[in-house]
């Protein structure tokens, strides 16, 4: 089993930025890839960024490149998303998430936190 716990949502105004954190615990050592996820109110869930704990250079969504950073503390087993010049459209609930599975598809991940909320003003 893996845990996850994210933080660091809130209300951010319109331009502002948020830095998201994730906690992984438990048998992180079968989970090699990590991902962020959002879910806006009446949407899908949305593929935000990709990573492995093993290597490699994150991957992201097409509708989040160049205002999403992802990084990563390996020995904390900790991953940071920093969202700058944020929108109104990026208010959703945002979930972090872990699998064995490359992919941006929410069904390929195993574990799930429970979300962290961020709030854009317009």
């Known amino acids: 089993q893996v845990q996850l716990a994210e933080s660091g949502g809130g209300l951010v105004e319109n331009g502002g930025s948020v830095r998201l954190s994730c906690a992984a615990s438990?048998?992180?050592?079968?989970?090699?890839?990590m991902g962020w996820f959002r879910q806006a109110p009446g949407k899908e869930r949305e593929f935000v960024v990709s990573?492995?704990?093993?290597?490699?250079?994150?991957y992201y969504g097409d509708s989040v490149k160049g205002r999403f950073t992802l990084s990563r503390d390996n020995a904390k087993r900790t991953l940071f998303l920093q969202i700058n010049s944020l929108k109104p459209e990026d208010t959703a609930v945002y979930y972090c998430?872990?699998?064995?599975?490359?992919?941006?598809?929410?069904?390929?991940?195993?574990?799930w936190g429970q979300g962290t909320q961020v709030t854009v003003s317009s």
């Open positions: 990573i492995r704990w093993s290597g490699g250079s994150p």
């Open positions: 998430a872990a699998g064995d599975v490359w992919s941006d598809v929410p069904s390929h991940y195993i574990y």
């Open positions: 438990g048998r992180t050592a079968g989970a090699d890839v």
